[in-house]
């Protein structure tokens, strides 16, 4: 029990004897006899670790253990974000919402605003329309919001709810109280799809509501003007980066969908909305000349409809490691014809001089790295700049066309590329096959790399999304020069780190084990 005078936390307290008697006790109602037979769970243990399992492992079809991926409704609510007094609804249960703002508020340590219409048992027979009616405006009654993005759960997905047909339905209801209210709606089933086709529906939802043109009205277009959508990005510092850059070109860039300021809020009062995309900002986006997706894979659908519908220039980088930072800042220049300014070109080198510096630190190590595409194509090329080995290229939610053969093409040029291998649409299980029976020297990755690290003990170096068991590395960027410093930094650190568990030892290894490097 705690001690008033003497409060510990879950590590210590559950030590104490009166607990440690209570887990004794509970031991014999574990599972079924037998199957906590201590050698039997250290024979089929040792077994996971052979190649006979790595193949019926890797043959594994309709199961998924410890995915690297989350659903789509989570991508909707950050998209939604992004805009200015905008309150993502999610129509369904009320327990996956639960989900979404606990996942997003563990990560960023944030409270965030989000609310569903919390259908039950009696709306998943006879439909939601009743509960949509009502949510909405009860949304728009008590958080005055200036827009209400909706997006759905797989229950509303499985019985077949028509999500614009309810919208129209709510706003004739509504009398009145909804009229100057834009209400994108996205299918966002969790059942297919991941966290950035959600994101990338409700984008292209949220664009088109505010975009609608009247048939005969002629769109007001600025040339100059160029839009970012950012994508799912976790990293709020690459969101701060990529605007610093952008604002050294012109003031005519905007970011389109910027959940900065949401998840940054400081001390003092709380706000429910924070930032976002003035929506007078996004409501003109498509007189833009050109809009530039950071995250191909997270924008498919939104670069099919600015492409398609919006007949306007569209293009993608990814500003994620030196290469890709270049070919970022040499399209802004391309695109306002201005040169690049003296303060980008000195970064630059100070990032190739930190890089030279580094370099035999990574050079030759081998790493397992999992993530959303966008995600691993930047990282996997900064890992091949600095001469490291990418063994293991894991992505969950790897798109079926082009993603494979643009990673293989990175990859092609590692000195050491008959070593690496992509793994698409594997998840974490298949990777603790892949690490016992072909190992690495480091993880890069999430917090669900834990067991792996558990497990393997090959060290985890938390790069991605999410990260609750470590604090504020959501802040920093891993875009642009300085995002490339910070990945330089927290890798060839961790790099040094092994470095000196592994020399410690008196009078044995601890030669190496110096102040010098």
């Given at each position: 029990m705690q001690d008033v005078e003497n409060i510990v936390n879950g590590q210590k307290l559950f030590l104490k004897p009166e607990y440690q008697e209570v887990f004794k006790n509970k031991k014999q109602f574990e599972s079924n006899t037998g199957s906590?037979?201590?050698?039997?769970v250290i024979e089929i243990a040792k077994w996971t670790t052979t190649w006979e399992y790595r193949e019926k492992n890797l043959a594994r079809e309709h199961i998924t253990i410890n995915p690297a991926k989350a659903c789509q409704p989570l991508g909707a609510v950050m998209a939604a974000l992004g805009f200015e007094n905008t309150m993502p609804y999610v129509h369904g249960s009320h327990g996956c919402v639960a989900y979404f703002r606990s996942y997003f508020t563990r990560h960023f340590k944030e409270p965030t605003p989000c609310v569903s219409d919390s259908m039950s048992?009696?709306?998943?027979?006879?439909?939601?329309?009743?509960?949509?009616?009502?949510?909405?405006?009860?949304?728009?009654?008590?958080?005055?919001p200036d827009m209400i993005a909706v997006s759905t759960t797989c229950m509303a997905e499985v019985i077949g709810d028509d999500l614009n047909a309810f919208v129209i339905g709510a706003r004739k209801d509504a009398e009145g109280e909804l009229d100057?209210?834009?209400?994108?709606?996205?299918?966002?089933?969790?059942?297919?799809?991941?966290?950035?086709?959600?994101?990338?529906?409700?984008?292209?939802?949220?664009?088109?509501?505010?975009?609608m043109v009247e048939e005969g009205v002629e769109v007001?277009?600025?040339?100059?003007?160029?839009?970012?959508?950012?994508?799912?990005?976790?990293?709020?510092?690459?969101?701060?980066?990529?605007?610093?850059?952008?604002?050294?070109?012109?003031?005519?860039?905007?970011?389109i969908g910027d959940h900065e300021d949401q998840w940054n809020t400081p001390a003092g009062e709380y706000k429910?909305?924070?930032?976002?995309?003035?929506?007078?900002?996004?409501?003109?986006?498509?007189?833009?000349?050109?809009?530039?997706?950071?995250?191909?894979?997270?924008?498919?659908?939104?670069?099919?409809?600015?492409?398609?519908?919006?007949?306007?220039?569209?293009?993608?980088?990814?500003?994620?490691?030196?290469?890709?930072?270049?070919?970022?800042?040499?399209?802004?220049?391309?695109?306002?014809?201005?040169?690049?300014?003296?303060?980008?070109?000195?970064?630059?080198?100070?990032?190739?001089?930190?890089?030279?510096d580094s370099y035999p630190y990574m050079h030759g190590k081998k790493f397992a790295i999992w993530g959303d595409p966008d995600f691993l194509l930047g990282v996997v090329s900064f890992l091949v700049e600095m001469g490291a080995i990418p063994v293991h290229v894991l992505c969950h939610n790897a798109p079926r066309k082009n993603w494979e053969k643009e990673m293989q093409a990175i990859l092609d040029k590692c000195t050491f590329k008959e070593e690496c291998h992509i793994w698409g649409?594997?998840?974490?299980?298949?990777?603790?096959?892949?690490?016992?029976?072909?190992?690495?020297?480091?993880?890069?990755?999430?917090v669900y790399g834990k067991e792996l690290y558990r497990d393997t003990k090959i060290?985890?170096?938390?790069?991605?999304?999410?990260i609750f068991d470590r604090h504020h590395l959501h802040r920093y960027s891993i875009s642009g020069y300085e995002g490339a410093l910070n990945l330089l930094t927290w890798i060839t650190n961790s790099v040094l780190d092994a470095l000196d568990e592994e020399t410690k030892e008196i009078a044995k290894t601890d030669y190496f084990f110096d102040c010098v490097r």
């Open positions: 906590t037979n201590p050698e039997k048992e009696s709306a998943a027979v006879f439909g939601g329309l009743s509960n949509m009616k009502e949510g909405l405006r009860n949304c728009k009654a008590l958080y005055k100057s209210t834009p209400i994108p709606a996205a299918h966002t089933p969790s059942f297919v799809g991941s966290h950035i086709t959600g994101y990338d529906n409700m984008m292209n939802a949220i664009l088109q509501e505010l975009n007001e277009k600025d040339a100059e003007r160029i839009n970012i959508i950012p994508g799912f990005e976790s990293y709020l510092g690459s969101l701060k980066e990529v605007k610093k850059i952008a604002s050294m070109f012109s003031d005519k860039i905007v970011m429910l909305f924070s930032g976002g995309t003035p929506l007078s900002v996004a409501k003109t986006a498509r007189g833009a000349g050109t809009t530039i997706s950071l995250q191909k894979y997270s924008t498919q659908a939104t670069a099919k409809m600015i492409k398609g519908d919006w007949k306007q220039n569209y293009v993608t980088c990814n500003p994620i490691g030196l290469g890709g930072t270049d070919e970022f800042v040499m399209k802004l220049s391309e695109l306002t014809g201005k040169p690049v300014p003296a303060e980008l070109t000195k970064l630059r080198g100070q990032l190739v001089d930190a890089m030279q649409g594997k998840d974490l299980w298949h990777l603790r096959s892949l690490l016992f029976t072909e190992p690495v020297d480091f993880m890069i990755g999430n060290p985890l170096i938390r790069i991605g999304f999410p």
